[in-house]
């Protein structure tokens, strides 16, 4: 109703003067009235999404998927921005932002918050970007990237870490199995990590390549490395069914849900 008040006004002021000056001053009040009820009815939609029960129960549940509540809003969003009401799009835009970082809070794996943010914050990008929202220059949205590296520490940093040590007069970051033991401490951690996370969900298809070549970059490429240097364990490896080749098949497969 908003944008035919305002398609209104715009028809009118290309009538002749007395037609417009007769029809201004009422389009105007509806105009203001109908500013109004909008402002009101989103007070109330971010007090229904901020007591909705759906975030605790989904979260944890949800594998990092994207939640109706954050579609919800995005479609808020596009309609506020088609309607032109001066800076609430981008007032909504960053309200939904700090929404997602709080309510993120309620996953108690700190890799499944990773996810959800970068499942979340990368959908709303994208409708952004297909919609031709504006922005206003508000990059921070963007900063959705930065969550695929804190999903990568936190999810698979240990995976190296458990099994890999730094020599102390290593000139260049280039880390090493000690012996076999660690290896297979390499094999378990990387199968524990794999098979908690293999019914994760990552929707949007690009997103999902990137996470699987950032995480196959990250371990297999180092493994691969690994072996290379110390083929006297190659055949520990073919036996244990662990090649390189394996395990980038097998992160092949992740976040399909």
Not at 82 to 101: K, P, R, T
Not at 109 to 130: G, W
Request: proline content about 5%; aromatic content about 8%; some cysteine.
């Amino acid at each position: 109703m908003y944008i035919c008040v305002r398609k209104a006004m715009e028809i009118s002021e290309e009538a002749p003067e007395l037609v417009y000056l007769s029809l201004k001053p009422m389009l105007s009040v509806y105009v203001g009235m109908l500013k109004g009820a909008i402002a009101s009815t989103m007070e109330k939609v971010k007090t229904r999404i901020e007591d909705d029960d759906s975030w605790a129960i989904e979260l944890p549940r949800g594998g990092g998927e994207v939640h109706r509540n954050t579609r919800w809003i995005a479609d808020c969003l596009v309609s506020l921005d088609e309607a032109d009401i001066g800076q609430s799009h981008s007032d909504l835009l960053n309200y939904l932002m700090d929404l997602l970082m709080r309510k993120s809070e309620l996953c108690s794996d700190p890799s499944l918050r990773y996810l959800f943010l970068l499942n979340n914050t990368h959908f709303v990008k994208e409708m952004i970007t297909e919609r031709c929202v504006r922005t206003d220059g508000w990059i921070p949205l963007f900063a959705y990237r930065s969550y695929i590296g804190c999903y990568l520490d936190v999810s698979w940093g240990h995976v190296l870490s458990s099994s890999i040590q730094k020599p102390n007069n290593s000139p260049g970051p280039l880390q090493h199995w000690i012996n076999p033991s660690s290896l297979a401490k390499f094999e378990s951690a990387f199968n524990k990590t794999y098979q908690a996370q293999k019914l994760w969900k990552v929707p949007d298809p690009r997103l999902r390549d990137e996470l699987r070549r950032g995480i196959t970059k990250r371990i297999v490429s180092s493994y691969r490395d690994y072996l290379k240097e110390h083929p006297e364990l190659a055949e520990h490896v073919s036996c244990t069914n662990k090649t390189p080749e394996v395990l980038e098949e097998m992160l092949g497969q992740l976040f399909e849900g």
